[in-house]
């Protein structure tokens, strides 16, 4: 009898991935996931059976992993959280009586906010910029309703070749319902090789070094920033 582990392997250095994620890849005979993801964890899996494809073959992807599991232990990989814009959703939809687990990660929002101070603090919400499934006015929308409700905005996807204007675009948006001097952390490869950490204020924003590799976190109107360390207070009183 075989198995299917829908993992998410963390933002990327392997000291990042749960101990349960780590034990599943472990107990795994096949590794199905996108190449530059198996990349990430290739210390872990030099005795798998690798099943890689390019970026956009999910559907053939979860389905092959599927078919594996019956008889093979397989771990189906994602970045960060699987559940987050990952294959946890896209596997649990397609199963028929496959036996699986999804096992979390730490996602990019929590990888970057540790790694600029602590910008989710309060109320927070996660919206991809990526179109390939969601139109676009519902992403603006969506920006929209939690720049006015208050939200720490993290957005993942942040930018592309095909839709390079959508993130200033946004954060016009989300402009109009902060004051300029808001915090805005970009973070790129966030706890893994190639970590850059950009604070900006959304008035003095520059998209121009944000890419697919990024994360953008924008505070929400307390947030500011103390010692270069990007804080949302979470309201406690602190004695003087
Ligand atoms: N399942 C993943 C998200 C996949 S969507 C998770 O939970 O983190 C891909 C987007 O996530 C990227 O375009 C980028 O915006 C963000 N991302 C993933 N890993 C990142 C990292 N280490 N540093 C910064 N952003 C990251």
């Known amino acids: 009898m075989g198995k299917l582990y829908v993992i998410g392997i963390g933002p990327g250095g392997l ?7 780590l034990k599943a890849i472990e107990e795994s005979e096949v590794i199905v996931g996108y190449s530059k993801y198996i990349e990430f964890i290739k210390p872990l899996v030099v005795d798998k059976e690798l099943y890689s494809t390019g970026m956009k073959g999910e559907e053939k992807r979860c389905r092959e992993a599927l078919a594996i599991s019956r008889d093979k232990i397989v771990s189906i990989i994602s970045t960060g959280d699987s559940g987050i814009y990952g294959m946890a959703g896209l596997i649990l939809e397609m199963r028929k009586d496959e036996e699986v687990e999804v096992i979390p990660g730490v996602t990019a929002s929590s990888a970057a906010a540790s790694v600029v101070g602590a910008p989710l603090m309060h109320d927070n919400c996660n919206i991809s910029l990526s179109d390939l499934m969601t139109p676009y006015e519902d992403i603006k929308n969506r920006v929209e309703l939690a720049a006015k409700g208050d939200f720490i905005i993290s957005l993942y996807n942040p930018k592309s070749m095909g839709r390079p ?9 989300i402009g109009k319902h902060r004051r300029g001097n808001t915090p805005v952390a970009v973070v790129k490869n966030a706890l893994r090789e190639g970590q850059k950490k950009t604070l900006f204020t959304i008035d003095d924003f520059d998209d121009s070094i944000v890419d697919m590799f990024s994360i953008v976190i924008v505070g929400n109107s307390k947030s500011y920033i103390k010692d270069g360390k990007f804080i949302t207070p979470r309201g406690y009183k602190l004695e003087k």
Request: some cysteine; charged content about 25%; proline content about 0%.
């Open 165 to 173: 204007h959508y993130l200033s675009e946004c954060m016009d948006i």
């Open 15 to 21: 000291e990042h991935m749960t101990v349960k994620a």
